[in-house]
């Protein structure tokens, strides 16, 4: 089936735009994460959903950064006033309910290729 | 901020060398795992290790955990030019939240 898919694939922004990234997870996959990776960095943890409910919000940097899934499925996250320091990677990954899983695959998460952010 | 380390930053072998990357973490985790990066795509799952486990195998990749030690290490055997890539391990504390280490380049030359 298909996997994660993200759009769009780049985006350039001048400073002070707002910006919405989209995501598509895999149909029926519960957990969608968000995460920003930074040029020559690992990714860093933004948000999670579980369905429509954001449960973890902690890493979202500035209250710009804004993120929503509200049936459950497609997921957007918007950047107010988009600053040179947003230019980054954004990735967007899902994971199945745990009750479908095999114990020895609980938690892999599925990544999409990622929208890449530039602010000029 | 990323909780790993991982060493060494970069790495260039021959292919059919062995690859070995080491991970370190400072709070406890009920998993972690390893993913490939490869150029300008997203992460792919390569293996998960658990917490009460101590090695773990999936084809040509070995992978150890000492949470005594709060450390990981990643084996690739009789590496490939195709396993160019940036490596990354990630600890999750319970229900996914990944937090990644800054990540390994591998180049593997043919």
């Known amino acids: 089936g298909a996997g994660v898919s993200q759009s769009p694939r780049y985006k350039v922004a001048k400073r002070g735009q707002d910006v919405a990234l989209r995501c598509d997870p895999i149909?029926?996959?519960?957990?969608l994460f968000w995460y920003q990776q930074a040029l020559g960095q690992g990714p860093e943890f933004l948000t999670y959903?579980?369905?429509?409910?954001?449960?973890?919000k902690s890493g979202l940097p500035s209250d710009r950064f804004f993120a929503e899934r509200p049936e459950g499925s497609v997921s957007t996250l918007k950047i107010q006033r988009t600053q040179q320091e947003d230019s980054a990677v954004y990735l967007c990954?899902?994971?199945?309910?745990?009750?479908?899983?095999?114990?020895?695959?609980?938690?892999?998460?599925?990544f999409g290729p990622g929208t890449r952010l530039t602010v000029t | 901020s990323q909780q790993g380390e991982e060493d060494p930053q970069a790495l260039s072998i021959q292919e059919g060398e062995n690859a070995t990357m080491n991970c370190s973490y400072k709070?406890?985790?009920?998993?972690l795992q390893w993913y490939r990066q490869n150029s300008g795509r997203g992460l792919v799952h390569l293996i998960l290790?658990?917490?009460?486990?101590r090695e773990k195998h999936s084809g040509r990749l070995r992978v150890t955990l000492d949470t005594s030690k709060k450390s990981s290490s990643l084996l690739i055997t009789a590496s490939r030019a195709a396993d160019t890539a940036s490596y990354f391990c990630?600890?999750?504390?319970?229900?996914?939240?990944?937090?990644f280490g800054q990540g390994t380049i591998l180049t593997v030359h043919p």
């Open positions: 990954a899902s994971s199945p309910p745990l009750w479908r899983l095999e114990p020895s695959r609980s938690y892999e998460q599925y």
């Open positions: 149909s029926g996959h519960v957990s």
């Open positions: 959903f579980q369905n429509e409910a954001q449960l973890d």
């Open positions: 709070t406890s985790i009920n998993n």
């Open positions: 290790i658990r917490s009460n486990e």
């Open positions: 990630a600890t999750d504390p319970s229900y996914g939240k990944l937090t």
